[in-house]
């Protein structure tokens, strides 16, 4: 199991950046994939940016079409913790971000909300225009 704390949501107006931070603990983090979603009011919850241990070797950055080039993805495995630094951000971006732990996951499966097993709390992003 892998506890998962949210934290840097905040009200913001267009344009503007954030970071979120996603301190995990428990199982090994650095073999993790790690990965973003959120859910926007009223609607179900989508994948935003993943960051995949792929083949015991290296790390990958997977993002949804809509975040690419504004929003990265990183992590930090000395504290733990994977970020997601969003840049031009526009009202549709609003929702509740939620950071998810998986393990062996690629491709499709770690765009599928279904397939991680362990989830954070959900920090707010507010983007007014």
């Known amino acids: 199991q892998v506890q998962l704390i949210e934290s840097g949501g905040g009200s913001v107006q267009a344009g503007g950046s954030l970071r979120l931070s996603c301190a995990a603990s428990?199982?090994?983090?650095?073999?993790?994939?790690m990965s973003w979603f959120r859910q926007p009011p009223g609607k179900e919850r989508e994948f935003v940016a993943g960051?995949?241990?792929?083949?015991?070797?290296?790390?990958?950055?997977h993002y949804t079409d809509s975040v690419k080039g504004l929003f990265t993805i990183s992590r930090d495995n000395a504290k733990n913790t994977v970020y997601l630094q969003m840049n031009s951000l526009k009202p549709e971006d609003t929702a509740v971000y939620y950071c998810?732990?998986?393990?062996?996951?690629?491709?499709?499966?770690?765009?599928?909300?279904?397939?991680?097993?362990?989830w954070g709390q959900g920090t707010q992003v507010t983007v007014s225009s």
């Open positions: 960051h995949s241990w792929y083949a015991s070797k290296s790390y990958y950055a």
């Open positions: 428990g199982r090994a983090f650095s073999t993790n994939d």
């Open positions: 998810a732990a998986g393990r062996d996951l690629g491709g499709v499966r770690l765009r599928t909300a279904s397939e991680y097993d362990n």
